[in-house]
Nanobody
Framework: QVQLVESGGGLVQAGGSLRLSCAAS????????LGWFRQKSGNEREFVAA????????YYADSVKGRFTISKDNAKNTAYLQMNALQPNETAIYYC????????????????????WGQGTQVTVSS
């Protein structure tokens, strides 16, 4: 079992920044990657970013490239998502997820790749 706890969500004005954290515990070292997804009201979960467990490789959705940065503190088993230049249409619940199997560059961007999910943290961007 892997437990994931997100934090850092909140209310921010358009153009502002937030940093989300995802603390992994339990058998977290069995994970292959950590990912961030977001779910807007009435929509399916959408891939945002992912990072290999080693931290050596990162993946981003095209819509966030250049504005969001995913990173990982291996000593703390914690992943971060630095979000800059946020826009109102990025208001959503942001979820952290762990993949515990080998993945591909395509599968890492789908929610089906992930076995464990956090409870989510709300990000609201006001205009």
């Amino acid at each position: 079992q892997v437990q994931l706890v997100e934090s850092g969500g909140g209310l921010v004005q358009a153009g502002g920044s937030l940093r989300l954290s995802c603390a992994a515990s339990g058998r977290a070292s069995n994970s292959y990657a950590l990912g961030w997804f977001r779910q807007k009201s009435g929509n399916e979960r959408e891939f945002v970013a992912a990072i290999a467990w080693s931290g050596a490789t990162t993946y981003y959705a095209d819509s966030v490239k250049g504005r969001f940065t995913i990173s990982k503190d291996n000593a703390k088993n914690t992943a971060y998502l630095q979000m800059n230049a946020l826009q109102p249409n990025e208001t959503a619940i942001y979820y952290c997820a762990a993949s515990t199997r080998r993945y591909t560059n395509l599968s890492i961007k789908t929610p089906y790749e992930y076995s464990y999910w956090g409870q989510g943290t709300q990000v609201t961007v006001s205009s």
